[in-house]
């Protein structure tokens, strides 16, 4: 059956060998060619969207739009002209109509990720879109009818933000007309133990796993699912001294082996993982380009270019983030509860410092390495609720994480860089790009 669907399927890279996986993929096949809208539900690195894709591609509007978008990574006071589009003139730097995401799905198909994260307000107006009513663009005058059908994905328990009132239930209803449940990948050893042995063939045509190696993946619980277990077998690859036939549980360096604690922390896509293993090769190597090339298994031209376009990123992005040096790496310290969001759960935690670029928080549940989390706090004084996104980055036998924050909405940047300047200037700092 898993040879048959990814034969008719664009699967891309999701293996099904698990009698679990392949009841999905059948309920998936079958809903496919029906106009209802479907939920998927999973745990991060689970395969959702590519379980949305291939349900689209399997429809009858498989040749008209496929439009995503995760609703986690919209600022919130951009989400309803995201969705919904706006007028020339709604508001301050509208110097032009754009149809939302609704319209340009128009006859076609609409993922919906992270659904569990749209505020209140913007849940009322898109139960009223599914059910066909036409819509306003922000600021017009003349409604807008759109026939698209509607997927969503999510890592949370909506039925608990049901019961919470964090989110309508007559909404998730109306979502949830077929619910899909990916299993995780630590209920798959089968397709585990496929999925690992093709991505080392990647790298590595001539290695293989050792047999503690495959204990060790069977014995882990991979809360990352299949991108946690990506950057595992890329990390092991690129720290692997070459030649290298048998891969043990030591190279893997899974969390809490011995290995694991003197491991270089993964964090981010396989691009930002790339790019840690790369300048720890050249710091290794003290610098000797050829050799950490050699090390890497890349030609030096090729270390040449990459190391070339993280130069230009970083400038760009330094250019871009605004304050001074010491804003930059200014932290507060502090001792203040906050709630964590991670795996689909909100945990209660302690936050420790705070700076623009990330945080320490103390939280009694284990955190994962490169595990996608965010912080919730109030920034004092303006009475601002923040949800600041991130990955973990470190943690220590104290029960201590820190949280590396990706790109912040402007308005979160802005709020935080100015109270962390008024935090300096209490203590005497130099403030002189205080904004």
């Known amino acids: 059956m898993a040879v048959m669907l990814q034969q008719s399927w664009n699967l891309g890279s999701l293996v099904a060998r698990s009698d679990s996986l392949k009841r999905v993929l059948r309920l998936a096949e079958q809903v496919s060619r029906h106009p209802a809208a479907v939920l998927i539900v999973g745990e991060t690195g689970t395969g959702k969207e590519m379980i949305a894709r291939a349900i689209h591609s399997h429809s009858l509007r498989c040749n008209n739009p496929w439009i995503d978008v995760n609703c986690a990574a919209i600022p919130e006071h951009l989400v309803e002209s995201e969705l919904f589009g706006y007028e020339k003139g709604a508001f301050s730097g509208a110097d032009a109509l754009k149809p939302g995401l609704f319209e340009l799905a128009d006859k076609g198909t609409l993922l919906l990720d992270e659904i569990g994260d749209l505020d209140l307000k913007i849940q009322v107006k898109l139960l009223r879109v599914l059910d066909r009513v ?87 619980h991979w809360p990352g699912n299949v991108r946690e277990l990506q950057n595992s077998i890329f990390h092991a690859v690129m720290c692997a001294k070459s030649p290298h036939i048998e891969f043990t549980a030591a190279d893997l360096c899974l969390p809490d082996s011995p290995a694991a604690k003197e491991r270089l922390p993964l964090e981010g896509d396989l691009n930002q993982v790339e790019r840690q293993m790369i300048l720890h090769a050249i710091e290794k190597f003290n610098g000797n380009q050829g050799k950490a090339a050699q090390a890497l298994g890349i030609s030096r031209r090729t270390l040449l270019r990459k ?41 209660d935690a302690t936050l420790l410092n705070l700076s623009i670029g990330g945080a320490s928080v103390a939280i009694e549940q284990p955190l994962s390495f490169g595990m996608p989390a965010s912080v919730h706090w109030t920034i004092p004084d303006t009475g601002s609720e923040a949800e600041l996104f991130g990955r973990v980055a470190w943690s220590n036998n104290q029960g201590q994480h820190g949280i590396q924050f990706g790109n912040l909405s402007p308005g979160v940047r802005s709020n935080l860089l100015r109270w962390l300047a008024s935090q300096m200037k209490k203590e005497g700092m130099d403030q002189d790009a205080a904004m």
């Not at 964090?166 to 209920?187: M, V």
């Not at 070339?308 to 203040?336: F, I």
């Open 307 to 347: 190391l070339k376009g993280y130069r230009e990123t970083d400038s760009e992005n330094e250019t871009a983030s605004g304050g001074s040096d010491q804003q930059r790496y200014y932290r507060s310290q502090m001792k203040v509860p906050v709630k964590i969001t991670y795996a689909g759960e909100r945990l």
């Open 134 to 220: 036409p819509y306003y663009r922000l600021g017009g005058s003349k409604k807008v009818t759109v026939d698209v059908r509607v997927l969503a994905a999510t890592n949370q328990d909506l039925e608990e933000l049901v019961r919470a009132g964090r989110f309508r239930s007559d909404l998730y209803h109306r979502l949830a007309q077929f619910k899909l449940e990916i299993p995780p990948l630590r209920e798959r050893p089968d397709d585990l133990l496929c999925i690992a042995e093709r991505l080392l063939r990647e790298h590595r045509p001539e290695s293989r796993f050792g047999n503690d190696a495959v204990r060790a993946m069977l014995s882990y």
